[in-house]
């Protein structure tokens, strides 16, 4: 009887021991396992929240410069059309036949000269009136002297050397410049206006 019972006994601890074993299964390490999985999944969305938060200003950014640009670009398309139509009225007033350069130069060689041609590096010497559309004189070589620039350096309005460039010694041209060519949105401070188109009446007398 008491073999009997002793075997039963030890047929039965192997059985207690997994019994207690899952319990404690149960009771600790399935409770852990769950507070991991947990952790990992709000480890992974924190992480993937901070991505998002880091790059998307960028990407916001980029966006918002591209758009403000595309504006910036719209209006001065505008305007370089406004002072196109006010340029082409003031010439059909006055009977003038100008040409105009891809840059946006509005031009006409009404005397010519078989001197030198004007090339960038030269220094030009020029007789000038600089004066608005409305017939006001700002600058002119009867009150300043002649004005006197490399060709190529930047020294003068961008539209006055790109006209120079077109002509030679003894020519006479007038040159109509819309703002971006001439003194831009703020004048030159003195005599021209804000977002000004300038006429300038010249004769290159010197190339040298």
Known sequence: MNRVSGLSSLWASPFKFQVSGLKFFISHLLPLTSYLLIFTLIFTLIFSCRRYNTQQPAQDMTVFERQKQEILLRVNRELIEEDAEKIEAF??????????????????????????????????????????????????????????????????????????????????????????????????????????????????????
């Open 91 to 208: 010439a059909g007033r006055n009977g003038w036949e100008l040409k105009t350069t891809e840059s946006g130069l509005w031009y006409m060689i009404y005397k010519n000269g078989q001197g030198e041609k004007a090339v960038t590096g030269k220094i030009a010497t020029l007789e000038y009136t600089l004066s608005l559309l409305d017939s006001t004189i700002c600058y002119s070589s009867e009150q300043l002297g002649p004005k006197v620039f490399r060709l190529g350096q930047g020294d003068v309005e961008s539209g006055l050397e790109e006209g120079v460039l077109l002509m030679r010694v003894g020519d006479k041209a007038r040159m109509i410049m819309p703002p971006h060519l001439a003194h831009g949105l703020i004048g030159d401070g003195y005599c021209i206006p804000r977002r000004s188109i300038i006429l300038y009446d010249v004769e290159l007398t010197v190339i040298q």
